[in-house]
């Protein structure tokens, strides 16, 4: 069974950082494309940074463009996203994704298929 756990979440001041860390299981990440997500209170969930099914493509919201880092490891089947500079606005519970065929830029997100539960980041002084 395919299983996405997240962790590192919790409550950080702003300009901090922080580390998440998606454990997959069930599967191996060859073949497919990861990204992280989040969602805002009352707001909808969107796509944060994304890298392809080759591995050679990265992509970031443009609003953690050069704060944020997505790394991905498939021999230990990690994806990770290191979070840096954090500010209020990026409170939010994070969200891990999988999918097949994921291509580069942008549309990566469209290949998601497979999301883990979620760990909460706020950012509050």
């Known amino acids: 069974q395919l299983t996405l756990v997240e962790s590192g979440g919790g409550l950080v001041q702003p300009g901090g950082s922080l580390r998440l860390s998606c454990k997959t299981s069930?599967?191996?990440?060859?073949?497919?494309?990861t990204a992280w997500y989040r969602q805002a209170p009352g707001k909808e969930r969107e796509g944060v940074s994304c890298?392809?099914?080759?591995?050679?493509?990265?992509y970031y919201a443009d609003d953690v463009k050069g704060r944020f880092t997505i790394s991905r490891d498939n021999a230990k089947g990690t994806v990770d996203l290191q979070m840096n500079n954090l500010k209020p606005e990026d409170t939010a519970v994070y969200y891990c994704?999988?999918?097949?065929?994921?291509?580069?830029?942008?549309?990566?997100?469209?290949?998601?298929?497979?999301w883990g539960k979620g760990t909460p980041v706020t950012v509050s002084s």
């Open positions: 994704a999988v999918g097949l065929y994921a291509a580069g830029g942008k549309y990566c997100f469209y290949a998601m298929q497979h």
């Open positions: 069930g599967f191996t990440l060859d073949g497919y494309g």
């Open positions: 890298i392809n099914t080759n591995n050679d493509d990265t």
